[in-house]
């Protein structure tokens, strides 16, 4: 999705480095895994964190983060599942959670469907991180004052809106990248249309554990 630039430079902003303990929530098809599971290397851990919620999906998500974690040289990752919520059921307390193109999805009914909501996890994400542990999210801006109204509809969000909900569980944000800004989005489209799909405004936000 990204250039090898861009990788590199979200990885300095999530300020991965030699030894971290990763938590990639929601890791797809596992390429933010991988790239963690070099960077932290054999001293470091990364927890691959299927949510219960999508555990059903036709392409087997558990089962894909299971295959890669069998990869020779990734011993130092774990493929994980819990409902959203009990993440600090399956793994250790963490320097970063990674969060990416996935805050939206806490405000939709496939993701509240054990009951989780988006206030829920970030307090367990809270629970989770070490005492200056980083929380980062990359998302698709929604509109300014839209809130959580095009969550569903376009998996965007309101930026500021996330910014408010973060803070709420306790995080002080502590940076914001504009690295994957788009001033041409329209914000008025669904993220997979052909105009916009891979070029969507988004925002990265690092907040912090103090």
Not at 26 to 54: C, H, I, K, Q
Not at 56 to 72: I, Q, S, W
Not at 105 to 119: E, I, N, S, W
Request: aromatic fraction near 10%; hydrophobic fraction near 40%.
């Amino acid at each position: 999705m990204y250039d090898q630039a861009k990788q590199s430079e979200l990885i300095r902003f999530a300020r991965v480095d030699a030894g971290s303990t990763v938590i990639d929530v929601y890791p797809g098809n596992g390429d933010w895994t991988r790239l963690f599971a070099d960077v932290v290397g054999p001293e470091g851990r990364v927890y691959s964190f299927v949510p219960a919620e999508v555990a059903h999906f036709k392409n087997d998500p558990v089962g894909l983060m299971r295959t890669l974690a069998n990869e020779p040289g990734r011993e130092n990752v774990d493929a994980v599942s819990a409902d959203l919520v009990a993440l600090t059921e399956v793994t250790r307390p963490a320097d970063v959670l990674w969060l990416h193109l996935f805050y939206h999805d806490l405000h939709t009914a496939l993701m509240q469907t054990r009951g989780a909501t988006a206030a829920d996890f970030n307090r367990a994400v809270y629970g989770r991180l070490k005492q200056g542990g980083r929380y980062i999210i990359v998302d698709h801006a929604a509109a300014a004052g839209s809130g959580t109204s095009d969550t569903q509809s376009l998996h965007r969000i309101d930026p500021a809106f996330v910014r408010e909900e973060v803070e709420a569980a306790g995080f002080v944000l502590d940076a914001v990248s504009t690295l994957l800004a788009n001033s041409n989005d329209p914000h008025s489209i669904k993220v997979f249309d052909p105009t916009v799909k891979g070029e969507t405004d988004r925002f990265a936000y690092r907040f912090v554990k103090s």
